[in-house]
């Protein structure tokens, strides 16, 4: 069968395989209902069947009736990596794969796509000492002379 089964012929071809439960006997039905078309092979006729007992639909435009079923990001994985990061925030995802058998790129995007969380990284940055503080103080007093604004008095740096 070279042509695509119409969304219609699905909806027969499933309800024919519910009914009947035999490939042969839907192919027979389908020819005499759809004259001037091929029946489906057999295994076009399995496929739609199975599509409809696994989502009550036989169209393709609803999520899980195409591509690959998701394995790595499942719920089980997606809970086992949330108590390990609730056990330890700090935790990477290098050593959080490590603890859990998870791969680490899973676990990544499990924290990222599933759980919502976000890289963050520390930034190191050095502490002002009194006589910094002091110094730009007056460098702040200066520029505002030299622009004639009028210094807060009320910081009391």
């Not at 490939?23 to 489906?40: C, H, I, N, W, Y």
């Amino acid at each position: 069968m070279g042509d695509r089964v119409t969304l219609e012929q699905r909806r027969v071809v499933a309800s024919l395989m519910e009914v009947y439960g035999s490939p042969t006997v839907v192919r027979q039905k389908f020819a005499e209902r759809f004259a001037g078309r091929d029946s489906p092979s057999r295994l076009t006729i399995y496929r739609v069947y199975a599509k409809f007992v696994k989502t009550a639909s036989v169209a393709d435009n609803y999520r899980g009736n195409a591509g690959r079923s998701r394995t790595g990001r499942s719920d089980l994985n997606i809970a086992v990596v949330q108590q390990a990061i609730s056990q330890s925030p700090s935790k990477s995802t290098t050593r959080c794969s490590l603890e859990t058998g998870i791969p680490q790129k899973t676990v990544w995007r499990i924290l990222t796509q599933d759980l919502g969380m976000r890289p963050y990284h520390i930034q190191v940055v050095q502490a002002l000492t009194a006589v910094q503080k002091r110094v730009r103080v007056e460098c702040c007093q200066i520029l505002a002379q030299m622009t004639n604004i009028q210094p807060c008095e009320s910081d009391g740096i």
